[in-house]
């Protein structure tokens, strides 16, 4: 007499149905469809699936529900049918492939945080071992300016300290800054230094002539 596995296989080849059809109709996983056919029990869900599964294959086949779980129901006795005890969950085709766990939300978090700690700790070693940003946009190099007043813009790291010929100046909270000197007539050289909390600096100089108005 033939098992459920068997019926069910020699059915599908009789109607030339690939497994990959069967699994889009009835929404059975192709491995749960081979494991019925080879009845390899163990590696189904819980023995009300397994009915569930039997029932609609069978269906599908164009077999008789009722007759294929009394065939199922005869092939085991209680004993065995209670080792079907469930393996795991059901994998339907339209279960999410990322499914939202307090686990992963906990490894997510401890990942980002680990991810912001190490970011930071570049950020002071870029710090402590490399000079601080200063880019100025005016004057330019060998520029002429006419009059004696000159405009200074530029901009740091809004924690760094600025000077420009030595003397200190404000920078906002971006790290701007500006600053307007009065300058003698002729050639001068502006000096304008960075400096950050770990005492390197920047320096860039500008050499620009002042003319008459």
Excluded: C, H
């Amino acid at each position: 007499m033939l098992t459920v596995g068997q019926i069910l296989k020699k059915a599908r080849i009789e109607k030339k149905i690939p497994l990959e059809d069967i699994e889009k109709k009835t929404k059975i996983r192709k491995k749960f469809l081979e494991a019925l056919e080879k009845e390899e029990w163990e590696k189904l869900p819980s023995l009300p699936y397994i009915k569930g599964f039997i029932s609609n294959y069978s269906n599908y086949l164009g077999l008789k529900p009722g007759e294929m779980l009394a065939i199922f129901r005869r092939q085991f006795t209680e004993k065995e049918k209670a080792r079907l005890l469930p393996s795991g969950l059901s994998e339907p085709l339209n279960e999410p492939i990322f499914r939202l766990t307090p686990q992963k939300i906990f490894i997510s978090t401890a990942v980002f945080l680990l991810f912001v700690f190490f970011a930071y700790l570049f950020m002071q070693f870029k710090s402590l071992t490399g000079t601080p940003y200063l880019s100025v946009a005016s004057p330019k190099e060998g520029e002429v300016v006419n009059g004696n007043t000159v405009i200074i813009l530029g901009k740091t790291d809004s924690e760094n300290k600025v000077s420009i010929n030595n003397q200190n100046i404000q920078t906002d909270e971006k790290g701007n800054f500006r600053q307007e000197l009065n300058l003698p007539q002729g050639i001068n050289i502006i000096t304008v230094s960075a400096q950050n909390k770990f005492g390197k600096e920047s320096s860039l100089k500008r050499t620009i002539q002042l003319g008459n108005p």
